[in-house]
C-alpha cells in the first residue's frame, strides 16, 4: 500500500511508490500518464535498481488528485541531492512522468514536498530539449525562486520514418543511397542473408548470451564497459522489457551464423536503439552498420513513425538521416 503523505497543494498528497504500483499505473489503458521516456519505464526502472541500487532508498514519489495520479517522480536521494533513477552509463536521458497540462500543480506540491524533507538540491540530467523537466520544473522553479542551472551535455539524434523503404532512402544524400544500395547487395551476394528477431521471453535469456559475445567481442573498450554487473543488468532488462511486449532483439545472420545484433526497444510509436555488437570476422561487410540498416527498414515496414538512435554523436547517425536533439543538464537547489 502507498504511504500518503498530508495534503500539499489544491487537494493534492504525496504518496511514496513502489516499482510494482508503477507497473500498475503504467498498464492502466485509463492513466492520464504518458510514459514518453523509455528510460523510466517500470520495468527499466526495476532492472536497474536491482542491478545497482546497493541497498540505497529509492525515492519514488507519486502526486496525487484525490484518485487520480497526475504524476510520478522517479527519484533516489543520497546526502541530501535528489537524483533520477537510473545513471549516464546505462540510461540515455530521464524525465519525470506527468499527465499533460498538470506539470505546474505537479512541481510545486512535488517541490515543497522535497522542501520539507531537507533536500535542497536536485541534479537532473541527462534530459532532452524537449522533456517534462525542461517544459514543466524550469518554469515552476522560475516562479518559486529556486535557482537552477542548465547546460548542454550531449546530443541525441533521431529520425522522422516515412511510410515505405523506398521513400526513407529518397530521404537520404545521394551518395549515402547508393552506398546502403551497394552494401545490401555485397551483403547478399557473399551469404545467404536472414534478420531474425527475438521477442518471446522464453527465447531471451539463450540469445542474450549471443548478444553478449558479440557485444564483448565488437572492441576492447565495449569488452571493459560490460562488467558482470552490466551484463547481469543487460539480461535482466532484456528479460524484463521482453515480459513487458516492448523488446527488440534482432541477429543479422550469414549463412545461420550471427554476424551482428541489435537491442532495440519499442512502444505504438517509436524504435530506439539501444545497443549493438558484431562479429569482427565480417566486418569487411559491413555488418554493423546493415544491421541498424535493417532495423530502421523493419520499423518501417511496421509502421513506426520515429527511429530513436539514443545518445552519442556517431557519425552514422546523420549518415542515416538522424536530426540532432540536445540533451541537457538541469541543476535545481531549493530555498
Not at 544491421?291 to 520515429?306: P, Q, Y
Amino acid at each position: 500500500m502507498n504511504r500518503c503523505v498530508p495534503i500539499a497543494d489544491n487537494g493534492c498528497r504525496v504518496t511514496q511508490e513502489s516499482v510494482e504500483s508503477l507497473s500498475s499505473c503504467w498498464l492502466d489503458t485509463g492513466s492520464s500518464l504518458e510514459w514518453h521516456c523509455l528510460f523510466v519505464l517500470p520495468p527499466w526502472l526495476g532492472a536497474w535498481w536491482n542491478a545497482f541500487g546497493d541497498g540505497r532508498s529509492q525515492c519514488l514519489m507519486g502526486v496525487r488528485q484525490g484518485d487520480e495520479l497526475i504524476g510520478i517522480a522517479p527519484l533516489r536521494v543520497l546526502e541530501g541531492e535528489a537524483r533520477f533513477i537510473g545513471d549516464q552509463d546505462v540510461c540515455d536521458y530521464l524525465d519525470f512522468i506527468v499527465a499533460p497540462g498538470r506539470e505546474p500543480e505537479f512541481f510545486r506540491v512535488l517541490i515543497e514536498e522535497l522542501r520539507q524533507q531537507g533536500i535542497r538540491h536536485m541534479d537532473l540530467g541527462p534530459v532532452r530539449a524537449d522533456s517534462t523537466v525542461m517544459r514543466g520544473l524550469v518554469p515552476v522553479a522560475e516562479r518559486l525562486e529556486c535557482e537552477f542551472t542548465l547546460d548542454r551535455e550531449d546530443v541525441s539524434y533521431e529520425l522522422a520514418l516515412p511510410e515505405t523503404w523506398e521513400e526513407y532512402l529518397g530521404l537520404l544524400k545521394g551518395t549515402e543511397r547508393h552506398e546502403i544500395r551497394r552494401k545490401i547487395r555485397r551483403l547478399e551476394e557473399a551469404a545467404r542473408v536472414a534478420f531474425r528477431g527475438v521477442d518471446d521471453p522464453r527465447e531471451v535469456g539463450r540469445s542474450m548470451d549471443t548478444f553478449l559475445g558479440l557485444f564483448r567481442a565488437n572492441r576492447p573498450d565495449k569488452a571493459v564497459f560490460m562488467t558482470s554487473r552490466r551484463a547481469l543488468f543487460f539480461r535482466a532488462l532484456a528479460e524484463d522489457m521482453a515480459e513487458a511486449g516492448v523488446l527488440k532483439l534482432s541477429f543479422l545472420e550469414l549463412d545461420a551464423k550471427p554476424a551482428a545484433a541489435v537491442m532495440c526497444f519499442h512502444d505504438s510509436s517509436t524504435v530506439y536503439l539501444y545497443n549493438n555488437g558484431y562479429d569482427n570476422r565480417f566486418r569487411s561487410l559491413s555488418v554493423g552498420f546493415l544491421s541498424k540498416v535493417l532495423s530502421i527498414r523493419e520499423a518501417i515496414r511496421e509502421g513506426k513513425k520515429r527511429f530513436d538512435f539514443l545518445k552519442g554523436p556517431e557519425a552514422y547517425k546523420r549518415r542515416l538521416g538522424g536530426k540532432p536533439v540536445s540533451l541537457y543538464r538541469c541543476g535545481l537547489r531549493i530555498s
